[in-house]
């Protein structure tokens, strides 16, 4: 459901550093979206490759049965395609909101509570960005590689951080349209629906 435009007269002023930001915020979360889609399409085709190899080898014993690195690369795409699709899904307006309690709140409640969430959401997304950086600094420093496929670990450490500062840039780009009074969601960045 979409916010309640906290300011209705107000539009996007049309020049100015603050709109750039905002224009570039949305490219960043219209990338964010897309890089989450790829990685879910991989991972689709991750499993349906790991079902056929378990197939075959039903099929055929001596053909193993099994892609070994299936498990550790489908937990890497399924983190990039939550942390990626979540910045993108912020700027959609497509996360679980209490609609009901705004949309009871008056106009000045509704903008202290739009506050209140999203201070709280930048303080939290700002914590984890900031730990998986750390997260990922350390796997680099230390040359860590995973047990099944020994990759190096700051590969996929640093794809989780960079998707963990997206959403955190979308969070802090949020405070900032609600502090002009600006629409906080884009609905032509939503998918449509089944019955649209």
């Known amino acids: 459901m979409a916010s309640p435009v ?3 007269a107000r539009a996007a002023p049309s020049s100015g550093v603050a709109p750039a930001v905002l224009r570039f915020s949305d490219g960043i979360a219209t990338a964010s979206g897309a890089f989450a889609s790829l990685c879910l399409v991989a ?3 991750l499993i349906l490759a790991e079902v056929g190899a378990g197939l075959l080898g039903k099929l055929f ?10 498990w550790e690369y489908g937990a890497y795409l399924m983190g990039a395609v939550f942390l990626f699709g979540a910045a993108a899904g912020l ?11 705004l949309a009871r709140a008056g106009r000045g409640f509704t903008l202290v509570l739009e506050l209140a969430a999203t201070l709280i959401g930048l303080f939290v ?17 230390s040359g860590r590689l995973s047990s099944g496929s020994l990759t190096p670990l700051w590969i996929p450490d640093a ?3 960079l998707g963990a500062i997206l959403l955190a840039v979308q969070m802090a780009t949020r405070l900032v349209r609600v502090l002009l009074g600006l629409p906080t969601e884009d609905e032509s960045l939503k998918a449509g629906s089944v019955g649209e």
Request: hydrophobic share 60%.
């Open 6 to 8: 906290l300011h209705p």
């Open 43 to 45: 991972l689709l085709l």
């Open 61 to 70: 014993p001596g053909f193993g049965g099994e892609i070994t690195v299936a």
């Open 91 to 101: 700027r959609a307006g497509t996360h679980i909101r209490v609609a009901i309690l």
């Open 125 to 141: 997304t700002g914590f984890l960005a900031w730990a998986l950086v750390q997260f990922a600094l350390r796997a680099w420093s």
């Open 159 to 161: 794809v989780l951080a």
